[in-house]
């Protein structure tokens, strides 16, 4: 089975800028979650999809948004971009199976902010 | 507030020898635990997982220890290898909040050889 991929790989961007990041699943999948690493912050959940829904959000502003198409591919979207947004972007699909939810990661694209 | 925590920021051990990383939690909702190992610039590679219902789970080198009345859980590696070099996170979730992952802040692990 084919991972969990991401694109771009990498990205710049400048501040005020908007950028699109794209997820797409493990075959058979259908969460995903999406997550901020960054040095100061560590790994920070950004929110979750299931079935086109999004399940679950964490604490980051109205600028970071996401959707989940039919295939559950996913795309997050950040609007205004600031330097602090300079990142890199985890996407993770799990099966979403009750007990147990063990979550794939694929490589991440990594955000510069000028 | 960090739900997670990793105390230790690095860990050096000797080839052969048995590397234990630890993890503290303090949310006692959390009923699913995960380690990860994670290379610089790429993404977290699930190595190991356990349920609060359990006390161990083996997986050939890697044996996660739960111990819940203390919140606490240890990841070992035996025997540890040059190629175990890098960060390790353990995770943690809710059954009621799938998709969210809650990490430590993680530990650096060097095998030397």
């Known amino acids: 089975k084919a991972g969990v991929t991401q694109t771009p790989r990498y990205l710049i961007k400048t501040r005020g800028q908007q950028v699109t990041l794209s997820c797409s699943p493990i075959s058979g999948h259908r969460s995903v979650s999406w997550y901020q690493q960054t040095p100061g912050q560590g790994l920070q959940f950004l929110f979750e999809?299931?079935?086109?829904?999004?399940?679950n959000k964490g604490n980051f502003p109205g600028r970071f948004s996401g959707r989940q198409f039919s295939n559950s591919r996913s795309e997050m979207n950040v609007s205004t971009l600031e330097l602090g947004d300079s990142a890199l972007y985890l996407c993770a699909s799990s099966p979403r199976l009750a007990g147990t939810d063990t979550q794939y990661f694929g490589p991440g694209t990594r955000l510069t902010v000028l | 507030d960090q739900q997670v925590k990793q105390n230790s920021p690095s860990l050096s051990v000797q080839e052969g020898r048995i590397s234990i990383l630890n993890c503290d939690y303090t949310?006692?909702?959390?009923?699913?635990f995960l380690w990860y190992k994670k290379y610089p610039a790429e993404g977290p590679t699930f190595l190991i997982s356990i349920s609060s219902i359990k006390d161990k789970n083996e997986d050939g080198r890697f044996t996660v220890f739960l111990n819940k009345s203390a919140k606490h859980l240890s990841l070992h590696i035996v025997p540890s290898q040059p190629g175990d070099s890098a960060v390790y996170f353990c995770?943690?979730?809710?059954?009621?909040?799938?998709?969210?992952?809650?990490f430590g802040q993680g530990t650096i692990l060097t095998v030397h050889p």
């Open positions: 995770a943690a979730m809710r059954g009621t909040s799938y998709g969210k992952l809650t």
């Open positions: 949310n006692s909702m959390f009923d699913y």
């Open positions: 999809y299931f079935s086109e829904t999004q399940r």
